[in-house]
T-cell receptor, first 113, second 115 residues
Framework: LAKTTQPISMDSYEGQEVNITCSHN???????ITWYQQFPSQGPRFIIQ???TKVTNEVASLFIPADRKSSTLSLPRVSLSDTAVYYC??????????????FGAGTRLFVKA | EAGVTQFPSHSVIEKGQTVTLRCDPI?????LYWYRRVMGKEIKFLLH????????ESGMPNNRFLAERTGGTYSTLKVQPAELEDSGVYFC?????????????FGEGSRLTVL
């Protein structure tokens, strides 16, 4: 299972774009990259998942370079409510035989007014 | 659609006692996972069920922990006897099997405090 490395914390201001990069040097061919968000006293919540290039949904974009050894979660125009811990996970999806996840320490994002 | 529900939300017990945590996954989700976060540490995988079968229990810390999922619906995680180091938040998650993106749906967690 690929280990991930993320910055421990980041600060930002409301309205700014935030980019959080995750390193996963030993990612396997079948691995997907998934990002979760966690607020205090809640379980992690899925944000976005990708395999290569770029994925965009209504809340974020995920950029994955060709070598897939890293990925960047991009949050456009953050608000105070985006203050949370963000986890980058690497693993297989259920439809390829199982998904055992390893949560790293995550990145604590603090959005200031 | 109801999400993943966990019970109790918080349990306080004394060392040596037994506690049983329950998880109700989203209906139709074959995959069920247990995780825990011990104070100040990372979220750690405990085990994975596919329906009623244990697919992977490599994260279970020791034989004081017993997880079951009879009938492939809800799951229980029993700690017997509880030790001080078992204190933490226990998360349950579920996901669909065979289709979808692999998104895990987490419950809000059961906080266990062992005194």
């Amino acid at each position: 299972l690929a280990k991930t490395t993320q910055p421990i914390s980041m600060d930002s201001y409301e309205g700014q774009e935030v980019n959080i990069t995750c390193s996963h040097n030993n990612i396997a061919t079948n691995d997907y990259i998934t990002w979760y968000q966690q607020f205090p006293s809640q379980g992690p919540r899925f944000i976005i998942q990708g395999y290569k290039t770029k994925v965009t949904n209504e809340v974020a974009s995920l950029f994955i370079p060709a070598d897939r050894k890293s990925s960047t979660l991009s949050l456009p125009r953050v608000s105070l409510s985006d203050t949370a811990v963000y986890y980058c996970l690497v693993g297989r999806t259920p439809n390829t035989g199982g998904f055992k996840t390893i949560f790293g320490a995550g990145t604590r994002l603090f959005v200031k007014a | 659609e109801a999400g993943v529900t966990q019970f109790p939300s918080h349990s306080v017990i004394e060392k040596g006692q037994t506690v049983t945590l329950r998880c109700d996954p989203i209906s139709g989700h074959d995959n069920l996972y247990w995780y825990r976060r011990v104070m100040g540490k990372e979220i750690k995988f405990l085990l994975h069920f596919v329906k009623e079968s244990k697919q992977d229990e490599s994260g279970m810390p020791n034989n004081r922990f017993l997880a079951e999922r009879t009938g492939g619906t809800y799951s229980t995680l029993k700690v017997q006897p509880a030790e001080l180091e078992d204190s933490g938040v226990y998360f349950c998650a579920s996901s669909q099997d065979g289709r979808g993106t692999g998104e895990l749906f987490f419950g809000e967690g059961s906080r266990l405090t062992v005194l």
